[in-house]
């Protein structure tokens, strides 16, 4: 396990964080996150660096915890004021080059004295105003750093409303639509902001292979947290949206069933989650193949997003020394 220094940025956000936060994002997640990404991370990033870069994801992960708390768990979203607090969440992504700009105003007046949202924004606010923005490539990649952003709102907004209005969606539409939430893509671009060698005239190979790994995280976090998200009633969840679409329960069956029996009877849709990433894994191989990207190892990457499933198998361990 890698000791967090003392100085880590994240740390510093999450003692602000931790006031407003989910009792579920515990300083453990963001340690076991710091940790995976010292090694997760494009074969043209300098080691010197990647320390740095781990920390920087972390303190992004906060803020990725934030909307997406914001807009799938129920009691939470509830607490806060409801469909305004999610929708001002999201705007603070889906404006993130105003953010950045320092330019960004409220969508909605008064949202700004919700201590949640204030929180959030000055953490986002400062990460890119004094930690993203002095990467040696901001300004290269910053236009598609500001659009995977964006993709990660609309990620978040689809998973909203489909817990708002109780839709069922087919099991590739829940997976295409969540995906970009997992933020492989924004974190990969930061990556490109940090190598001087990443030959830009690959740029649109690379984002099409990011966006494949966002699929294989959100697969892989979906095997491991789904029991997790019963309880926060996330019917956007692939496993709980399967067992809609499969009718093997209800929305209603929330009301009635207790969290141990509704595991008990989606354990058997978590076999046809491992399938599906198993898919994706070999789905971005064949991609590799197929599109020849040299400016980085992309075995290398692939394999490093497969640990992850056998990093969940460890991930207890920070639970228990949290």
């Given at each position: 396990m890698v000791t967090v220094e003392s100085?880590?940025?994240?740390?510093?956000?999450?003692?602000?964080?931790?006031?407003?936060?989910?009792p579920l994002r515990t300083p453990a997640l963001?340690?076991?996150?710091?940790?995976?990404?010292?090694?997760?991370?494009?074969?043209?990033?300098?080691?010197s660096i990647v320390s740095r870069l781990a920390d920087l994801k972390t303190c992004m992960c906060i803020v990725d915890v934030a909307v997406d708390d914001s807009c799938d768990f129920a009691s939470l979203i509830e607490k806060n004021g409801g469909e305004k607090f999610s929708y001002e969440m999201l705007s603070l992504l889906y404006n993130t080059d105003k953010v950045a700009s320092g330019v960004y105003t409220s969508s909605y007046p008064g949202s700004c004295n919700n201590m949640y949202v204030k929180i959030t924004f000055d953490i986002f606010s400062d990460l890119l105003d004094t930690r993203i923005i002095?990467?040696?490539?901001?300004?290269?990649?910053?236009?598609?750093?500001?659009?995977?952003?964006r993709n990660v709102a609309k990620s978040m907004e689809f998973s909203y409303l489909l817990n708002k209005n109780r839709v069922i969606y087919p099991f590739p539409c829940v997976v295409q639509n969540r995906s970009a939430s997992t933020m492989v893509?924004?974190?990969?671009?930061?990556?490109?902001?940090?190598?001087?060698?990443?030959?830009?005239?690959?740029?649109?190979?690379?984002?099409a292979f990011f966006k494949m790994a966002d699929v294989v995280a959100m697969l892989s976090n979906t095997v491991n947290t789904w029991?997790?998200?019963?309880?926060?009633?996330?019917?956007?969840?692939?496993?709980?949206?399967l067992a809609l679409e499969k009718k093997l329960i209800e929305f209603s069956d929330f009301e009635k069933i207790n969290a141990e029996n509704m595991e008990e009877n989606l354990s058997p849709l978590s076999k046809i989650i491992e399938d599906e990433l198993n898919k994706a894994i070999l789905?971005?191989?064949?991609?590799?193949?197929?599109?020849?990207?040299?400016?980085?190892?992309?075995?290398k990457f692939i394999g490093n997003y497969s640990k992850v499933r056998e990093h969940f198998k460890v991930r207890e361990a920070y639970w228990i020394n949290a």
């Open positions: 100085d880590t940025f994240w740390k510093k956000y999450y003692l602000n964080f931790r006031d407003v936060a989910s963001f340690e076991w996150l710091y940790d995976n990404y010292t090694y997760l991370h494009l074969s043209c990033v300098s080691p002095s990467l040696p490539r901001y300004y290269d990649f910053r236009g598609e750093f500001f659009l995977a952003m893509a924004v974190h990969s671009i930061l990556d490109l902001m940090s190598s001087e060698n990443f030959d830009t005239s690959e740029l649109g190979k690379a984002i029991k997790r998200e019963i309880i926060e009633r996330d019917y956007s969840s692939p496993v709980i949206s789905s971005m191989k064949e991609f590799a193949e197929n599109y020849e990207i040299k400016s980085f190892d992309t075995s």
